[in-house]
Every structure is written in structure tokens, then in C-alpha cells.
């Protein structure tokens, strides 16, 4: 899809000059006015570039270019203004949220060239956050795997939240669903710091002492201590901290920010509740009913992307594997202990690849057997008629 550019104008006449002068080299939309300008960004975008008009009624075009910056960051915002206007569209390029400013009447030869300029500064912005954001998720793959092979009653825990947050953000359609898929497998992070006997107990059911107790409660403290130092998972962190309970968000960030670190937090607490009634047994449409009760006012589609999010008995098979059969993405169906009754990956946990290499370790050393219960989908009729 070619990169679009909005321009707004409460003049249509205007809009549809400068259309007619631009068709043929870029692909442009039009707003009459900043209202339908938002509109346009909410339901049309996204736009690599706006360009609005300074005098407006209702909202000029510092407001609606401010509001811009908020609904769409990356979103490169130009300004068009009249001689009495310099001053202001001057101090507004200073403060940074404005790109460029332009003058009226506008020539096409300099306006082209500045929206030549301007898609080429949304590109670059758009590779600087792919990269950073593919760097970050190489950072976490390795995060979890040493989670995984270190506590393993920990990671697959956390594979399983983040297989349930996966579905619910793909349902809801909701932007950067992978802050949310990064939180819920960092989630169980500081359990990294607990001993394996606590971890162990707590996930297979038993009691804590209430020592051990007021230890295992702290381990979401200890994940935002360790993700708070790392650049842009300040609000992940955030998240991670109060998975277990509401409260306010602090400190000086946007108001989408901020909504999405409150649902963030909400979506993790739904689903530790979900994941939890299902390790005592009940089916996953009960789960999912009990914790509609228990969350009542939460979104709704939460709890119907919980009952849909893996596939019904009757759409899985579950076969008996050599370890050397293993490949990643497989989803373990069995609990996987030593001889010595030591864990090492949980029922319902994700195969990978270091997962693997640890097994036929052990195999290797006579401490697990070498055939494992494993389960996958199976192709549907459709998916099977055409491969």
C-alpha cells in the first residue's frame, strides 16, 4: 500500500486544487476542517503525512496538528500559513511538532518537494522503530529463554499467558499488540529469583508457608526492577509490576500511553485468573465465565477470545514423539520431570529449540524418557485439499 497524505482545509475549493495539482505523484486525501480530519485519521489511516491549513474555525491547525502528534506519532505534520501567521508556525516548528511550515499561496514545485521530504523523514522514522523494535524482541527471546531453562514452571507459565494475550490483542485489534505479548511473557520474570521449590508448589497447587508466601508475592517488583532499566519498557515493566492489582498510572505520559498500560495491566490479571482456574480443572468456557464475574465492567471481548483462543479436543491430536520427532512450536502434553523428580518444562509449554537441545541432554544423562506426549492441530479439510 503507498504511503498516503491527508491535507486539511476548511476551504473545499482549496482542497480540491491542491488534489488536482498532486494526484498524479502522491496519493492524497482531504479534510474540510480539523473534526473531519480526525475522523479521517481514525478510520482511513494511517497517513505518512498531514498538512494543514493554519486558520480554521473550531481548531486551527497548531490544535489539530498537537492532537496529530498524539493520535498518530509517526505521522510527519506540516503547517501552510499566511504572512501574519510566520511567528506563530515558527514557534511551533521550535517546540518540534511541526515538521515544516510553508507559506501561502504555495507553488506545486515546493510543495511536492517538501512532501518528497516529508514521506522520506516518515520512512526513516518507521525503520529507526521497526529496528528498535525487532532489537527489543530478539532481547526478550533470549530473556525467555533463559527463563525457560532455568525455571521452567515460570516459562511455561508465561508461554501460556502469551499464547492467550496473543488472541486477545489480534480480537480487540488492538495498535503495538507486541507490548502486550512482551509483558505477558516477561511477566514471571522475577521468579528467576525465587528457588525452585517455591515456584514448583505454587504452580503445582500446593500451599506456601506465609513466609514463602510474602516472597512469591514480590516477584512482579523484582521484574519491573530489571525491565525498568532497559530503554522503552518502562511501561511494560509497569504493567508486569501490578498484574495482580489496579492502580493509577504516574509520571509524565500521554493519555493513549497511559490507557494502554491500564488495559495492559487488566488483560494480564484476566488471564493469570484464567490460566489459574485452568490448572485446577475447570473447562475453559467456565474459566472464561468465572472471571467475567470476577472482572466484571472488563471488556467483553477479553473473555471470548480466552474460550477461543486454542483449538477444541477434537481439532488437536496428540501424538507420542522421539525427542528427535521434537520440533519447535510443538505444545507439550505432559509434565516433564527427572528421575529425581526435578521439573523441566510444564504441560500445555511451547517446544523451541533450546528446549530441545536440553532435552536430549538429559535423555543423553538417563534422566527423562525419550518418548514424550506432544499435541498440534490438525489440518483442516480445506488447508489438506489444497497442499
Not at 46 to 54: E, H, K, N, T
Not at 360 to 387: D, F, H, W, Y
Request: charged fraction near 25%.
Amino acid at each position: 500500500m503507498s504511503e498516503k497524505i491527508l491535507l486539511v482545509d476548511d476551504e473545499p475549493a482549496t482542497l480540491q486544487g491542491y488534489q488536482r495539482l498532486l494526484r498524479t505523484e502522491f496519493t492524497v486525501d482531504t479534510a474540510v476542517g480539523g473534526a473531519a480530519a480526525l475522523i479521517a485519521i481514525e478510520h482511513k489511516g494511517p497517513y505518512a503525512v498531514v498538512v494543514s491549513d493554519m486558520r480554521m474555525p473550531k481548531m486551527d491547525g497548531i490544535e489539530l496538528l498537537a492532537r496529530v502528534k498524539t493520535l498518530a506519532p509517526d505521522t510527519v505534520r506540516i503547517m501552510l500559513t499566511g504572512n501574519a501567521d510566520v511567528e506563530s508556525a515558527a514557534s511551533a516548528v521550535n517546540e518540534g511538532s511541526i515538521f515544516r511550515f510553508l507559506t501561502k499561496p504555495c507553488d506545486r514545485e515546493l510543495l511536492a518537494r517538501t512532501l518528497t521530504a516529508a514521506l522520506m523523514q516518515y520512512r526513516l522514522l518507521r525503520a529507526e522503530k521497526e529496528l528498535l523494535e525487532q532489537t527489543l524482541r530478539g532481547s526478550i527471546h533470549v530473556l525467555t529463554e533463559v527463563l525457560s531453562l532455568a525455571n521452567p514452571a515460570a516459562f511455561g507459565r508465561a508461554a501460556r499467558l502469551r499464547r492467550y494475550i496473543s488472541h486477545i490483542v489480534q480480537r480487540m485489534s488492538l495498535g503495538n499488540p507486541w507490548k502486550f505479548e512482551v509483558a505477558a511473557m516477561m511477566s514471571q520474570l522475577g521468579c528467576i529469583a525465587m528457588d525452585p521449590e517455591t515456584i514448583d508448589s505454587v504452580y503445582s497447587g500446593h500451599p506456601l508457608s506465609p513466609e514463602r508466601q510474602a516472597t512469591y508475592d514480590t516477584h512482579p517488583a523484582i521484574a519491573r526492577e530489571l525491565l525498568s532499566k532497559i530503554p522503552r519498557l518502562e511501561p511494560i515493566a509497569w504493567i508486569i509490576a501490578h498484574q495482580n492489582c489496579a492502580a493509577p498510572v504516574e509520571g509524565d505520559i500521554t493519555d493513549r500511553e497511559r490507557a494502554d498500560m491500564r488495559l495492559g495491566a487488566e488483560i494480564l490479571r484476566v488471564t493469570l485468573s484464567f490460566d489459574e482456574l485452568l490448572r485446577r480443572g475447570f473447562s475453559r468456557t467456565e474459566a472464561a465465565h468465572k472471571v467475567s464475574r470476577q472482572f466484571h465492567g472488563f471488556d467483553r471481548r477479553i473473555f471470548d477470545a480466552l474460550v477461543e483462543v486454542e483449538p477444541d479436543p477434537s481439532q488437536k491430536e496428540v501424538r507420542a514423539l522421539r525427542l528427535e520427532q521434537l520440533t519447535p512450536g510443538m505444545i507439550l502434553d505432559q509434565e516433564i520431570r527427572t528421575t529425581a523428580g526435578v521439573l523441566v518444562a510444564t504441560k500445555g509449554q511451547e517446544v523451541t529449540s533450546p528446549l530441545i537441545l536440553k532435552l536430549k541432554n538429559l535423555r543423553g544423562q538417563g534422566a527423562i524418557e525419550n518418548i514424550l506426549q506432544v499435541s498440534m492441530p490438525v489440518p483442516s479439510a480445506a488447508a489438506a485439499s489444497t497442499s
